[in-house]
């Protein structure tokens, strides 16, 4: 069977083609076919063009029956068997291809239901919205009443102790930095209080008593009497030299 017969055997049975492949393999099949039309005289080009339209095709199914079994045929000698077609032939079959019907609907699957539109994204939280959660959060933390005047205890200047202003109850002392006996303000928290200037960023200093950090591998606050004193000052003097000097 050469180029001239493989193209009407397509042509008779196009409206199985159109069946069995489904758009994006029929548009394959017919670019390929456009490939044999632009070979134009060119035998080793055409051979190419033919192989590569009935690999497009493979694989055949049982039920095309004659198509089936002269492709399977044709295509274990269509490098030796693949000539030029005539043009009129080729363009005729071309023609021919592109007019082929689709596949009925009611041949094909039903397609899958549109899944659900998935709720719209919450908006991100705003700059205000996460400092108002931070407050929050380094206001849960035990605390007591600031000593009137802004010193929390007697003998602490205005940079040795954390005072942060609750809306609902007033300035208040997060307890970690006193001593549980005496009441008074532990050395090494006035010592990184006066480090981190607690009486211009109260809050910040608070985060950082309060919160996770990675080089001491715990909150500083829960680590007052079990790590060095030294080694909470060299955190606390970490993070201000990150900060250039705050």
Known sequence: MDTNELL?????????????????????????????????ADADRAAMAVMAIVRSLWPVPDEAGE????LHVYGRGAAATATVPAEDALLAALEALYAAPSARAADRPAPPPEPPASPPEPPAPSVADLVAAARRRLLAAPSRE???GGSPAAGAGPADVIVLADPQAGRRSPDFQFDPDTGRPLDIVVRINRILLADRDPWGAADWW????????GAPAALLGRVPDDRLADAALALVEEDGGR
């Open 210 to 217: 309060l919160g996770g950090n990675s080089w001491l591998g």
């Open 8 to 40: 009407a055997l397509l042509v008779r049975h196009r409206e199985e083609l159109r069946q069995w492949l489904d758009d994006e393999q029929y548009r394959h099949f017919l670019a390929m076919l456009e490939r044999l039309r632009e070979a134009g």
């Open 146 to 148: 600031a000593a009137a």
């Open 67 to 70: 198509l089936a079994r002269l």
